[in-house]
């Protein structure tokens, strides 16, 4: 629902509301007088309550994310004799991200036994009270009515049960919303159809900015511009609409077969885009990880389409730090992630480094979102990610995130073009053992790298012994992959002690039978001595690096 303000008298007119497949003509949608929290508001002389069907899931989720900037107050519709259920749930889920107010219809109480009735409803409004007190819409009014007693079938002499009620709470729920007419034009179009010698009108609700005649708008789905030749709102013929206005919109002629529903708007303020970065927050309800590579249903913009994420989050030493809201930052260094990071998840390398045993939560993660077809979006627009292929009936909520969009990739090309300013970096960790000692200032590692591996690569990068010294790979030795450790700072006379005495009981093992050869080398794996080799890698850096702190 959405409310709009006017200096003249609102009149009075019919609406048709669905409530749970019965059908009621829901009338002084537009209020005779304006609600008294409204009209008491200087310069206010009446005020209009528009009320946005959305039946199906996919137009639901569709609906309050390109709308929400415009959606002032949400109805969510419960069957009495059902409860909550998993639709209902997740309508509830998209209503805390996107609405601010609610009002809760316990619609078909004609179902329910009369002498029965009235306990039902208390048990069920008490039910309900208990599923919303950890939400935003905790102490929301609770309504119960029956929109077409009988159903659709029972003749219309049936009277509603409540819906007077529900009315006079929509009214004590109004309030006159905040609208900002400046920014580039966006209009969601929800209906279009030509008129002969007029040209084809677009109906829908101004998203954001405003529209006056004469101007050009851009329809991205047709890739076309066209010249806006007349308005009205309400049948009344206007020169300016802004945000939150309901208003059709005539145009220069084109085939309206083409533009059931869509978006238009300001010519080359919305782009198609490929790939976006996403800030973003898993929804709880939402059962098991979310994983990298995973396919999730975007719904962006006025579109669903498949696509793949990568998780990624701050560096380790930048968890806590205060990130700037809806603004991404290109400079920093990001942390690949295996999965959407939550208290159930391992702790990485680095943390293990850092002796942390327990994950790390940052204050914002954020995702890689590839689209398997291009979508049409304004940024900052909100995005939610979902498992819509789940079973209805599984009783699970198959929302699994939501977020906003910050930067769009238009490039077809991108992974080639933009990805590689992107500085998602996996941490790296090897571990090897020392074999022996060459002196005091070098050592001999095995078991790091395998026969076959380019060893040259790695010259030059720091390791680290488990007995504290630190040193650097100075190239391969000999042809099964082990290699020589230069220690800067040289052993520890400890280090080298324990280094001579594991060589010798070696070497004298080498002298006796296999049995005793086998028994030293069990022995000698008992303390080995271990090289830690730690890098990270840019996971789009087509030079692939290693690089080290």
Not at 131 to 140: A, S
Not at 308 to 334: G, H, L, T
Not at 446 to 459: A, D, G, M, Y
Not at 483 to 509: D, H, M, N, Q, Y
Request: hydrophobic share 35%; glycine share 8%; with cysteine.
């Amino acid at each position: 629902m959405s409310a709009t303000s006017s200096s003249g008298a609102a009149e009075l007119t019919e609406e048709t509301l669905h409530l749970g497949g019965q059908i009621h003509a829901l009338r002084a949608l537009l209020f005779n007088s304006s609600p008294t929290n409204i009209a008491q508001q200087p310069g206010v002389g009446s005020a209009a309550v528009l009320l946005h069907l959305r039946g199906s899931r996919s137009g639901l989720f569709q609906w309050l994310l390109i709308g929400a900037q415009i959606i002032d107050l949400m109805m969510l519709v419960i069957d009495v004799t059902k409860g909550m259920q998993t639709q209902s749930a997740e309508c509830l889920v998209i209503g805390q991200i996107a609405c601010q107010k609610m009002v809760v219809v316990l619609n078909k109480i004609d179902l329910l036994p009369e002498a029965k009735r009235q306990s039902a409803i208390e048990k069920m409004t008490k039910k309900m009270q208990k599923t919303l007190e950890n939400t935003k819409f905790c102490g929301c009014p609770i309504v119960a009515v029956a929109a077409k007693p009988g159903g659709p079938e029972a003749p219309e002499s049936e009277n509603p049960l409540g819906v007077s009620e529900l009315i006079e709470v929509l009214k004590s729920q109004a309030y006159l919303p905040s609208r900002d007419p400046s920014g580039h034009f966006l209009m969601a179009v929800d209906h279009c159809f030509s008129i002969k010698g007029q040209g084809t009108v677009m109906t829908g609700t101004i998203l954001s900015g405003s529209v006056s005649l004469g101007d050009n708008v851009e329809i991205p789905a047709l890739k076309v511009t066209k010249k806006v030749k007349s308005m009205q709102m309400f049948h009344t013929p206007v020169t300016y609409a802004m945000q939150g206005d309901r208003v059709g919109i005539c145009v220069t002629q084109f085939d309206p077969k083409l533009l059931e529903r869509g978006l238009i708007c300001t010519p080359e303020s919305l782009h198609t885009i490929h790939a976006a970065i996403i800030s973003l927050k898993k929804i709880q309800y939402f059962r098991g990880a979310l994983q990298t590579k995973a396919k999730f249903h975007i719904t962006v913009g006025h579109e669903t389409v498949m696509g793949r994420v990568m998780f990624f989050s701050p560096a380790p030493a930048d968890f806590n730090e205060e990130i700037q809201e809806n603004v991404f930052n290109f400079d920093k260094d990001y942390l690949y992630q295996e999965e959407y990071l939550s208290k159930d998840s391992k702790p990485s390398e680095e943390n293990k480094e850092n002796g942390q045993s327990e994950v790390q939560l940052p204050k914002q993660q954020w995702a890689l979102l590839e689209f398997e077809k291009p979508v049409t979006c304004p940024k900052l627009c909100l995005v939610i990610g979902s498992k819509l292929d789940t079973d209805i009936h599984a009783n699970t909520c198959r929302l699994a995130f939501h977020g906003v969009l910050l930067q769009g990739m238009e490039d077809k090309n991108y992974a080639e073009t933009f990805l590689p300013k992107l500085k998602v970096y996996k941490q790296k960790c090897k571990e090897g053992q020392v074999e022996r000692v060459m002196d005091d200032y070098s050592v001999i590692g095995r078991s790091l790298f395998k026969k076959e591996t380019n060893i040259q690569i790695f010259v030059g990068l720091k390791v680290k012994l488990s007995t504290g010294e630190e040193g650097i790979i100075e190239g391969g030795f000999g042809q099964s992959g082990k290699f020589k450790i230069r220690i800067p700072g040289g052993l520890k006379p400890e280090t080298k002690e324990l280094l001579t005495v594991a060589s010798k009981k070696k070497s004298k093992a080498g002298k006796g039978d296999a049995s005793k050869e086998d028994e030293s080398s069990k022995n000698d794996s008992a303390q080995p001595v271990t090289i830690t080799l730690l890098f990270k890698r840019y996971v789009f850096d087509t030079q692939k690096k290693m690089i080290q702190s």
